[in-house]
């Protein structure tokens, strides 16, 4: 790839602010390149943050023909910066690119160009408690075409926002509404992919539910509406007895979250036991009740891990270990996090250094 770079001078650019929330402001630079058939790749340049000019009849427009990832730089113990596991983001941004018809990016130049934008802003990667430097690669389709069918032209495009933590609370446990109307994805569909209209479709619902204090939705499986699948920002995890941890088998209408594998290789080295099953709401509520079920929480790249407090459903609620933070999820929280910001040992190789 031949990359062309373009900064703004010092003294007309940003600084990473004292307060931060999360994904409002963003990086004074911004990685995109180009795609045409019978080109490829082209045009791949680092410059100052922009905004794109669009045909109104771009395909991504009318076809929503358009992909994304999440990952997180953070600011380590010696003041370096990591990344964490950024390749397999990498490798789930070409998976969601095949499903949506869309041209892969190759890994090894996707990571070397994240790794060059960030130094280019690493003045932006916060250093302040249980902050990072978020980070969005997306892809959408260009081409003004009204006819139904793959895109001919792309864009690639990366940017990048210093946040705090996703929920306001930092890690407190939330509430989440189980749908028990809507669905979000269905299996053959597009749910396994990183696209938007997963997120558009699961709006409605969780809008609704904002509005009465809920702070995610849990989708169930479209065909029955009794398996669980995720939560809105995160895959969710359910703790027997304080040892044992079991998650929704990935079905195909499943996201595949990084911290969801993350939290499956560790937790047995940390002394739980782990499984991937196909649940039933009904089953689950019931383990609630008995105590069975001591913990609940969500992980994902925005939250890491998100204890769950309340679960609502058909306008019951049921409370999870008095809607405190569990042990096991506090536990994972720390080491997932710890080795995140380089203060435990990354003892599976998962951190790729900036520098």
């Known amino acids: 790839m031949s990359l062309t770079i373009t900064t703004l001078p010092e003294e007309d650019r940003g600084h990473c602010p004292d307060e931060l929330s999360f994904g409002a402001i963003f990086t004074d630079h911004m990685f995109t390149q180009d795609h045409d058939v019978g080109e490829g790749w082209h045009n791949a340049q680092i410059s100052p943050y922009h905004q794109f000019k669009l045909d109104p009849a771009a395909a991504v427009l009318h076809y929503g023909q358009e992909i994304f990832e999440g990952l997180k730089a953070y600011r380590n113990v010696s003041g370096g910066i990591n990344l964490f596991r950024p390749g397999e983001n990498f490798l789930r941004f070409n998976r969601s690119a095949k499903r949506m018809v869309m041209p892969t990016v190759d890994p090894s130049t996707h990571l070397q160009v994240l790794k060059t934008l960030i130094e280019t802003d690493r003045t932006w990667v916060p250093d302040q408690p249980d902050s990072s430097l978020y980070i969005r690669p997306a892809m959408i389709a260009t081409s003004p075409k009204l006819g139904l069918g793959a895109a001919e032209n792309y864009k690639h495009f990366i940017i990048m926002s210093p946040v705090g933590p996703y929920f306001k609370g930092g890690f407190e446990p ?53 398996f669980i699948e995720e939560v809105g920002a995160m895959n969710i995890c359910f703790v027997y007895e304080g040892n044992k941890i079991i998650t929704p088998s990935l079905s195909g209408s499943i996201l595949p979250g990084i911290t969801r594998d993350s939290v499956l290789t560790l937790a047995p080295k940390l002394g739980y036991e ?24 969500g992980c994902g790249t925005a939250a890491v891990i998100s204890p769950v407090g309340n679960l609502s459903f058909k306008d019951k609620n049921y409370t999870i270990n008095e809607n405190k933070p569990g042990p096991v999820s506090k536990h994972l929280y720390d080491e997932l996090t710890g080795i995140q910001y380089g203060q435990c040992e990354d003892r599976f190789g998962w951190i790729e250094a900036v520098e």
């Open 174 to 226: 939330v509430s989440v509404y189980v749908a028990d109307e809507y669905r979000r994805a269905v299996v053959g569909g597009v749910g396994e992919a990183k696209t938007g209209g997963n997120y558009a479709a699961s709006l409605y619902q969780s809008e609704l539910m904002a509005k009465k204090g809920f702070t995610q939705v849990l989708w169930l499986d479209a065909v029955e509406g009794r």
């Open 274 to 297: 782990v499984e991937e099953a196909k649940l039933d709401i009904h089953d689950i509520l019931k383990a609630i009740q008995s105590g069975k079920i001591s913990e609940v929480f």
